[in-house]
């Protein structure tokens, strides 16, 4: 019984990944991102520290992106009128998804951008 519910919990999972993916833009961004960090990766044969840097900062915006996202229904549904509280916290919570987005964008640029100058320079 106990493997059924660990299989399910694993469904659910998945289902609110591939719901948030579908469903919200910013998902689609972040994850086209990631694709594209990826694939970067490869072509420029980045180290160890880096793929395990990219993939950290992959988790964490990803991961709040769908936790932003799972609060804003939340509030929505306890607040579907406009109330000031409810969207002073759904500022504060696409605001940490934007210091996290910006901060990947800037390890990324310190990661990729010595590797593209390169290229162009030699």
Do not use: Q
Request: overall charge positive; hydrophobic content about 60%; proline content about 2%.
């Amino acid at each position: 019984m106990k493997n059924k519910k660990l299989i399910n919990s694993f469904k659910f999972a998945f289902k609110g990944i591939g719901s948030s993916i579908k469903s919200e833009r910013n998902m689609k961004i972040h994850t086209t991102m990631m694709l594209l960090v990826i694939i970067s990766g490869i072509f420029f044969n980045i180290a160890m520290w880096e793929w395990i840097t990219c993939f950290i900062l992959f988790g964490l915006v990803i991961s709040l992106e769908m936790v932003n996202t799972a609060l804003e229904i939340v509030v929505d549904m306890v607040s579907p009128e406009y109330n000031i509280r409810a969207g002073r916290a759904k500022d504060i919570a696409a605001g940490a998804v934007l210091v996290n987005a910006i901060v990947a964008f800037i390890v990324g640029l310190l990661i990729f951008l010595p590797k593209v100058l390169d290229l162009f320079i030699k």
